[in-house]
């Protein structure tokens, strides 16, 4: 493989580490960065562990818009990508603009999520049974989260999206640490706490977005990504860049388990559903515990 790499492998071997398992591998960490470190805002801004794309709709948006393109042009779907990163942020605007009431509350943040999101499922339910069974299995194995079949175009499409996505947030995430004090004190020490969370807030919804666009809506690594960084670094709020860490190893360690541990090659989101399923009900656990 490092042969390879370097340009001294055979033909086959080019083939195989080039082609097939370098793009793959590197959308994997890519797109596990942009979700931990969307995850990382989307907690950081609503002060609450279970804020996640997954959770307030955004990954659904997205799915249905990409599902509604694979139904509606009998399995042709020429630009999923861009139709899946524009059902994303529309529904992140959705979630944001129901959600604010002279300033963005977490609590409703995530219940206007939650209902969105359920919304959402159900467009997409309902697009799959009147769709064709072929569309249906092309849309099915989409929405799973996979990363199978993914070219050096779309390596570089989200490597640099992410990469000027990345870089606003950490201009603009240095703001964030007041808002942690709420709205009040934030305001006594000079941040625009309006514009910092919303300029937070859409790089999420895009990071989120841009996500989905290349591995589909891949389940829980928003979700889990910025607990496991925060446990771990024992920081009171979960840190950007080690989520995004986290979220890329979380996401290829998972691939490497669908890949080689489990039969047939099962798409990754099934892997990473697994682990974050029962890690949900962890937390809902504990935040019951807690107000107990």
Not at 112 to 134: E, F, H, K
Not at 163 to 191: E, S
Request: a positive charge; charged letters at 10%; one cysteine or more.
């Amino acid at each position: 493989m490092v042969r390879t790499i370097f340009g001294q492998g055979e033909r086959v071997d080019e083939f195989v580490v080039m082609d097939l398992r370098m793009p793959r591998a590197l959308v994997g960490l890519i797109v596990g960065a942009a979700l931990g470190i969307s995850g990382a805002l989307t907690q950081s801004i609503a002060r609450n562990p279970l804020a996640s794309p997954d959770v307030l709709g955004i990954t659904s948006g997205a799915g249905a818009t990409a599902v509604f393109l694979v139904t509606a042009t009998n399995g042709a779907a020429v630009g999923l990508p861009a139709a899946a990163l524009t059902g994303g942020l529309l529904t992140g605007l959705l979630v944001y603009f129901l959600a604010w009431r002279r300033g963005i509350d977490g609590f409703r943040l995530i219940l206007i999520g939650v209902s969105v999101n359920a919304v959402m499922q159900a467009v997409t339910t309902w697009l799959l049974v009147l769709a064709d069974i072929r569309d249906v299995a092309r849309a099915q194995s989409w929405l799973v989260g996979s990363l199978d079949s993914r070219s050096w175009t779309e390596v570089w499409t989200t490597l640099w999206v992410t990469i000027a996505l990345v870089v606003v947030v950490l201009v603009t995430a240095f703001q964030l640490k007041p808002l942690h004090f709420g709205d009040d004190v934030a305001a006594g020490l000079g941040v625009r706490y309006s514009a910092v969370r919303a300029v937070l807030l859409l790089c999420a919804v895009l990071l989120a977005g841009v996500a989905v666009s290349a591995a589909g809506p891949v389940p829980f690594v928003a979700l889990v990504a910025p607990q496991i960084a925060m446990r771990l670094l024992r920081t009171p709020v979960p840190p950007l860049i080690a989520s995004g860490l986290f979220g890329a190893l979380l996401l290829i360690g998972s691939d490497l388990i669908a890949r080689t541990v489990l039969p047939n090659d099962l798409p990754v989101g099934i892997v990473t559903a697994m682990i974050g399923g029962p890690f949900l009900v962890y937390l809902l656990v504990r935040a019951n515990l807690k107000r107990a």
